[in-house]
């Protein structure tokens, strides 16, 4: 098993605070279909054991109904309030920004998140929706309630639109992204307008999209490197600036990940992974949403 102690490097954001480069997801295998009210034990379990594994990113919001989970496993875990990066998104209620991070943090038992993020940009149909929103976050941040803000699922015309009226620019974008998402357009806008990129669902290419084209070489690496295909992938976002969100309930799977932050790809072998990956598209999540030609 990894050593606990792997340390995770973090990410400066153009708001001057920090985000740790590699996080603990309680979307995705958490996201809860019923009543919210209904706890899922499993749920906490899995995110204390994170947290005293190091993961100490821990990521939630509003539509995957494990906010309650989530701030049991905060409560629970001992460590420190002020040593965990916490985000939770908006998108249900966009109508009342406030109020939807106010009933958060009542469910995360908080007094403020480290992130807020509006959680797509479906929403909005006219730029001036998208800056109303915004503004809204602006005002959440003043108050102290969130101490960066962001969104997600943003592309370039979306945060265009944004950019357009804000006094305090988007922090970071979370998006999915993987060899076969890489959304080089957008990770070009993101530098050039100081926006951090955030990962979601960065194992995809070995998990819904295998077989593809990257497989035989992620197999080589990770022989070379002795760790796994998913730590491979992780490592591949790190090394392009990219943070990372990740899950798992299997403890020593949590623990092998941190191996990614052990060692270096080099230029070449992250070229490789990037032109391999781009012989597919695959997109796991809003595909209803995103046309698969122009939207990637």
Same mark, same amino acid.
């Given at each position: 098993?990894?050593?606990?102690?792997?340390?995770?490097?973090?990410?400066?954001?153009?708001?001057?605070?920090? &985000?740790?480069?590699?996080?603990?997801?309680?979307?995705?295998?958490? #996201?809860?279909?019923?009543?919210?009210?209904?706890?899922?034990?499993?749920?906490?379990?899995?995110?204390?054991?994170?947290?005293?594994?190091?993961?100490?990113?821990?990521?939630?919001?509003?539509?995957?109904?494990?906010?309650?989970?989530?701030?049991?496993?905060?409560?629970?875990?001992?460590?420190?309030?002020?040593?965990?990066? =916490?985000?939770?998104?908006?998108?249900?209620?966009?109508?009342?920004?406030?109020?939807?991070?106010?009933?958060?943090?009542?469910?995360?038992?908080?007094?403020? =998140?480290?992130?807020?993020?509006?959680?797509?940009?479906?929403?909005?149909?006219?730029?001036?929706?998208?800056?109303?929103?915004?503004?809204?976050?602006?005002?959440?941040?003043?108050?102290?309630?969130?101490?960066? &803000?962001?969104?997600?699922?943003?592309?370039?015309?979306?945060?265009?639109? &944004?950019?357009?009226?804000?006094?305090?620019?988007?922090?970071?974008?979370?998006?999915?992204?993987?060899?076969?998402? /890489?959304?080089?357009?957008?990770?070009?806008?993101?530098?050039?307008?100081?926006?951090?990129?955030?990962? #979601?669902?960065?194992?995809?290419?070995?998990?819904?999209?295998?077989?593809?084209?990257?497989?035989?070489?992620?197999?080589?690496?990770?022989?070379?490197?002795? =760790?796994?295909?998913?730590?491979?992938?992780?490592?591949?976002?790190?090394?392009?600036?990219?943070?990372?969100?990740?899950?798992?309930?299997?403890?020593?799977?949590?623990?092998?990940?941190?191996?990614?932050?052990?060692?270096?790809?080099?230029?070449?072998?992250?070229?490789?992974?990037?032109?391999?990956?781009? /012989?597919?598209?695959?997109?796991?999540?809003?595909?209803?949403? #995103?046309?698969?030609?122009?939207?990637?």
């Amino acid at each position: 098993m990894a050593n606990i102690h792997t340390p995770i490097p973090n990410l400066k954001l153009r708001d001057g605070n920090s &985000i740790p480069m590699l996080g603990y997801g309680t979307g995705t295998a958490w #996201y809860k279909t019923g009543d919210e009210s209904q706890i899922d034990q499993t749920c906490i379990d899995a995110t204390k054991m994170a947290v005293g594994l190091g993961y100490h990113l821990l990521d939630g919001a509003e539509v995957y109904k494990t906010e309650p989970e989530l701030g049991t496993a905060i409560k629970e875990c001992g460590v420190d309030r002020s040593k965990l990066f =916490v985000t939770t998104k908006v998108m249900l209620n966009m109508s009342d920004i406030k109020g939807s991070l106010q009933s958060s943090l009542k469910k995360l038992q908080l007094d403020y =998140v480290d992130l807020y993020l509006i959680h797509s940009p479906f929403f909005a149909t006219t730029p001036a929706e998208h800056q109303k929103a915004w503004k809204e976050m602006e005002e959440i941040k003043a108050a102290g309630l969130a101490k960066s &803000i962001g969104v997600s699922n943003y592309l370039p015309e979306d945060l265009k639109s &944004i950019l357009a009226t804000a006094q305090d620019p988007p922090a970071i974008n979370q998006i999915e992204f993987h060899a076969y998402l /890489q959304h080089p357009d957008l990770l070009k806008f993101h530098k050039e307008n100081n926006i951090a990129t955030q990962a #979601y669902s960065p194992l995809t290419p070995i998990t819904k999209g295998s077989p593809g084209p990257v497989d035989d070489y992620l197999a080589a690496l990770s022989k070379k490197y002795a =760790v796994s295909p998913g730590e491979i992938l992780l490592r591949w976002c790190v090394d392009q600036d990219v943070a990372v969100v990740t899950t798992s309930s299997k403890e020593q799977r949590l623990s092998d990940y941190l191996r990614a932050m052990t060692f270096k790809l080099t230029p070449k072998e992250i070229s490789e992974i990037n032109e391999l990956g781009s /012989q597919k598209h695959y997109r796991q999540y809003w595909t209803d949403k #995103y046309d698969a030609s122009d939207r990637r």
